[in-house]
Structure formats: structure tokens, C-alpha cells
């Protein structure tokens, strides 16, 4: 079956790095996403990984993909207090599959 | 081009009443899919719709819950007998058609809040 799991809290001082890791159970899983959820608002999808990759950067945003053992994270460089929000990890088969997601991690970026 | 728009944004109901919510999607998204939120819990997936067609409703509570995407006009999940248990965060979200090695991006809507008294 399908089951992804998040650390639920993690608190960090603005400027330093913040790693979120994930961890899910389908090896079947084709695609997995990171999405941001700030207070009251809906998800934002901030970046994705195809499960043949190992690594993905976006500007402060890296993913690390371990498919042995099934294990994403998402590291945040130069953490602003601007990116305090959940963060969800998720995951699907391929296509059009739906979404598998975690029940999130809180962010929290002290001054 | 404005964002998946959901409304109301909260919704108080009573028990044993109706529970219409509401999702127009991204302008060019003709896949819309609806995911439920409770409290310190991830997005729970519920229904999946094409423009008149239901192609996953796996995640649909059997009764009292229901969906629709008609051909024109927004997309509806419809709570019929509410009960507290319904209380939760509904979240609508849209895609556009998958490009070939592409990953499937979903695009989410603010929420809508329900609340059952």
C-alpha cells in the first residue's frame, strides 16, 4: 500500500539550511513532490522529482532522491523567514494517478 | 489568468444540512480533483473528474458524498446530512493535460472550510 511519512516539526534560525525529509513505501511511486502550504491558503507545488533521478536544484530548493531506500528531502538554503509554512511531500504512480500525500512538516524560520 | 478559484471560502452548516462546494479551475485545466484536509492530517485524495466524467472516485465516502464537472460552469462536491465528522478543509485542485515524461502538476485552490455545528 501506499504510505508516506514526515517528520512533523522542525525548527530553524533564518539564514541556515533546512533539510525535510520523507520517507514512502510504494517502489512503484514514478513522481515525487514537494508543495508548501501557508496559513490559510491552498498548496503550492514548489518542485517535483522523476524517480530516475538522484538530484534536482532549483535555486535555494534541492532534492535528494535515495529510490533504495526511499528516501526524498528537501533542502532549503539560506532559510528566510518567508518560507515558515508545511511543507507536504507527496507522491504518485505516474500520469494522471493521483497524489499520495504526507501529513506535513511545520517550518519554523526564527529571526 | 487567475488561479483555481474555490467558494465560499468558509462554510458553516448544521447537522442533517446540505453542503454545496465549489471549484472553477485554472483557465485550460480540464482535470479537476477534489482532497480533503482534517486537522494536523495530509490531503487525502477523494475524487477525480474530467469535464462530465467521474474517472476516480476511490477516495469518495459511499454515502452522502457526491461530484460533479459539468460541461459548463464549476465543479461540485455536494455533502448531503452533514455531520460533524465532515468538518475538514476541502481542497479543489486542477491540471492541465500530462506532457509525455512529464510529472502530473497539480494546482491547488485556497480551501474551503467546513464547519458542522
Known amino acids: 500500500g501506499e504510505d508516506v511519512e514526515q517528520s512533523l516539526f522542525l525548527s530553524v534560525r533564518e539564514g541556515d539550511s533546512s533539510v525535510i525529509n520523507c520517507t514512502y513505501t510504494d517502489s512503484s511511486s514514478t513522481y515525487l513532490y514537494w508543495y508548501k502550504q501557508e496559513p490559510g491558503a491552498g498548496l503550492q507545488l514548489l518542485t517535483y522529482i522523476f524517480s530516475n533521478m538522484d538530484m534536482k536544484q532549483d535555486q535555494r530548493l534541492t532534492v535528494l532522491l535515495n529510490k533504495k531506500d526511499k528516501h526524498l528531502s528537501l533542502r532549503i538554503a539560506d532559510t528566510q523567514t518567508g518560507d515558515s509554512a508545511i511543507y507536504f511531500c507527496a507522491e504518485s504512480l505516474s500520469g494522471y494517478s493521483t497524489l499520495t500525500f504526507g501529513k506535513g512538516t511545520m517550518l519554523l524560520v526564527s529571526p | 489568468n487567475a488561479g483555481v478559484m474555490q467558494n465560499p471560502r468558509h462554510l458553516v452548516r448544521r447537522r442533517g444540512q446540505e453542503a454545496r462546494l465549489r471549484c472553477s479551475p485554472m483557465k485550460g485545466h480540464s482535470h479537476v480533483y477534489w482532497y480533503r484536509q482534517l486537522p494536523e492530517e495530509g490531503l487525502k485524495f477523494m475524487v477525480y473528474l474530467q469535464k462530465e466524467n467521474i474517472i476516480d472516485e476511490s477516495g469518495m465516502p459511499k454515502e452522502r458524498f457526491s461530484a460533479e464537472f459539468p460541461k459548463e460552469g464549476p465543479s461540485i462536491l455536494r455533502i448531503q446530512q452533514v455531520v460533524r465528522g465532515d468538518s475538514a478543509a476541502y481542497f479543489c485542485?486542477?491540471?492541465?493535460?500530462?506532457?509525455?515524461?512529464?510529472?502530473?502538476?497539480?494546482?491547488f485552490g485556497s480551501g474551503t472550510q467546513l464547519s458542522v455545528l
Open positions: 485542485a486542477s491540471s492541465p493535460p500530462v506532457q509525455e515524461g512529464d510529472g502530473e502538476k497539480l494546482f
